[in-house]
């Protein structure tokens, strides 16, 4: 059974740093595609940041560009997003998701963890 688990999510002044971690279970990390969404109140669900299976290929979206970084230890199963210099435009619940193929690494397909909360102040 596919299982993804997020936490690290905190309240935190503008300028600061998180880590979130993503634990997956039931599937190799190393051989999906997976990827970092966030959705703050009223808005839609948007993608923040991807590693591709194949050589650790990432991408990010402009606004967290050289201030995230998306990794993972495939001998723990787990994905990460390091976030650093935040500000409160940052301010959303952060979704961890994996999927098969790059086509199905979207809201309403794939596999979805729970979320887990980041909150920075100006």
């Known amino acids: 059974q596919v299982q993804l688990v997020e936490s690290g999510g905190d309240s935190v002044q503008a300028g600061g740093s998180l880590r979130l971690s993503c634990a997956a279970s039931?599937?190799?990390?190393?051989?999906?595609?997976m990827g970092w969404f966030r959705q703050a109140p009223g808005t839609e669900r948007e993608w923040v940041a991807s590693?591709?299976?194949?050589?650790?290929?990432?991408f990010y979206t402009g606004s967290v560009k050289g201030r995230f970084t998306i990794s993972r230890d495939n001998a723990k199963n787990t994905l990460f997003l390091q976030m650093n210099s935040l500000n409160p435009e940052d301010t959303a619940m952060y979704y961890c998701?994996?999927?098969?193929?790059?086509?199905?690494?979207?809201?309403?397909?794939?596999?979805w963890g729970q979320g887990t909360q980041v909150t920075v102040s100006s």
């Open positions: 590693i591709f299976p194949t050589a650790d290929v990432t």
């Open positions: 998701a994996a999927a098969a193929t790059l086509r199905l690494l979207k809201p309403g397909a794939g596999n």
């Open positions: 039931g599937f190799p990390v190393s051989r999906y595609y």
